[in-house]
């Protein structure tokens, strides 16, 4: 075990070795699978079991961890093999932003029909923003407009990770024409329905490892059976789905994140600089202890989330924290990732060098699950203040 690891380790011995287990099992898998497809990545990491959720234990054992903790352990484990980031992210994406929540949500039986999701053949995706903008779920154009028994839709989602390898979308679409809590509905049908086209993907800057692409929807005919919850529930399935992805999401930064400060750290303890090791100074070891904070808080936040979880704790009540656990995580990588770059020097900006830096995808965190200049003002408006975005 390295230093960095000893001081790491802030969880229970029992979900630390969930971890360790997960990076020892997904490193192999990163080797072979370097410069293989996304899809092909997905697959082989998916049958690690990382998508399977084991229902709630009320008597677990000792300080076994619960299974949403077991399950940000895998991820934070496959993260550390080495395994690209983009890929972890969709992981991590569906298992908390859609897999917990829509188990949450969906009548027992309805869950049942979709429990193959777990096993990694099925991809979903997760379509909500539109070209005019994603914070504002309120103004989106696209709708479901009541057909017999069941619906036409007809709109487009865009910026969607996995849009374009998806076989599965969880869409969101306006049922009611003004700006009430229950305009939206939230349908789940797939990408092969006819009146379904997708467009190809974005040359994207951050997590390149996964596609984002467009889906476009021109009078698909979807049956009642195709939405979840009841018509008008769209928000509040939104909420969850949103909740868990704030909670949860950026574990698949914590692997990155501690690669990031064992490399740097190395680097700093062997490195002569100036007659001596460059680590010698203040002002480097400062800027480590830095990184080692970064990554402490959002551990400690992460794992305290997914603990809120697995105690029963429903999102509703979770929201702020939530909020406040993704914009500290998000700007923690940010900062970890600055503090890396500048004591990498030049290396940081040289692709096969030992110290390359990736700054799109730390700066992606900022706005994706919600941008954190908006989700501030949510947390402000919780705690009393009169303010709307
Ligand atoms: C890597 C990545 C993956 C993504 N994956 C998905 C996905 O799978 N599914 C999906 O639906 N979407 C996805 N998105 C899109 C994402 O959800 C949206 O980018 C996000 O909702 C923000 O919408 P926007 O980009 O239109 O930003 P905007 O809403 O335009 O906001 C941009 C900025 O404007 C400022 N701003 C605007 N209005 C206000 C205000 N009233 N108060 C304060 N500040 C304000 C803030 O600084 C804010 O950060 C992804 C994005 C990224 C980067």
Redesign the pocket.
């Known amino acids: 075990m390295t230093a960095t690891d000893r001081l790491l380790r802030t969880g229970p011995t029992a979900t630390e070795a969930v971890v360790s287990e997960y990076r020892d099992r997904a490193r192999p898998l990163a080797e072979q699978l370097a410069g293989k497809g996304f899809r092909d990545q997905w697959e082989a990491l998916a049958g690690l079991g990382v998508l399977r959720l084991d229902p709630p234990e009320p008597d677990r054992a000792g300080d076994a961890p619960g299974p949403v903790t077991r399950s940000l352990a895998m991820v934070e484990g496959i993260g550390l093999a080495g395994v690209d980031p983009g890929v972890v992210y969709a992981l991590a ?1 569906q298992v908390f932003g859609m897999q917990y929540p829509l188990r949450a949500v969906l009548p027992e039986e309805a869950w049942r029909s979709l429990a193959h999701l777990q096993e990694g053949r099925v991809l979903l ?5 539109e070209r005019r ?4 779920p309120l103004s989106m154009d696209t709708r479901a407009r009541r057909d017999g028994d069941g619906y036409v839709l007809d709109g487009a ?1 865009t ?4 849009a374009p390898v998806a076989d599965l979308a969880l869409v969101f679409a306006r049922t009611e024409e003004n700006r009430s809590p229950f305009a939206l509905s939230a349908f789940l049908f797939p990408v092969d329905t006819p009146g379904v086209t997708r467009a190809d993907a974005f040359a ?1 800057t ?2 390149p490892g996964v596609p ?1 692409g467009e889906l476009a929807f021109e009078g698909v005919r979807l049956t009642a059976d195709h939405r979840i919850g009841a018509e008008g529930s769209g928000l509040a399935i939104l909420s969850s789905t949103t909740t868990w992805e704030r909670a949860l999401l950026l574990g698949y930064a914590l692997g990155p994140m501690r690669i990031t400060l064992q490399r740097i750290t190395t680097w700093a303890s062997e490195r002569d600089h100036f007659g001596r090791r460059m680590g010698a100074s203040h002002q480097v070891a400062a800027r480590v202890s830095d990184m080692a904070l970064a990554l402490h808080r959002s551990r400690s936040l992460l794992y305290a989330m997914a603990a809120r979880l697995d105690a029963g704790t429903p999102t509703r009540r979770l929201s702020a924290e939530a909020a406040l656990t993704k914009i500290s995580v998000s700007e923690d990588y940010v900062r970890l990732t600055g503090h890396a770059t500048a004591l990498s020097g030049v290396r940081a900006f040289i692709a096969d060098s030992e110290l390359p830096a990736d700054l799109h995808s730390p700066m ?1 965190a900022l ?8 989700l501030r ?1 949510g947390v402000a408006r919780e705690f009393g203040l009169p303010v709307e ?1």
Do not use: Q, R
Request: charged share 15%; net charge neutral; with cysteine.
């Open positions: 994406s995706c997760h379509a909500l923003t903008g994603g914070s504002d989602k910026f969607i990770t996995a994207k951050a997590l984002m992606a706005t994706y699950a919600g941008p954190n200049d908006l003002v975005n």
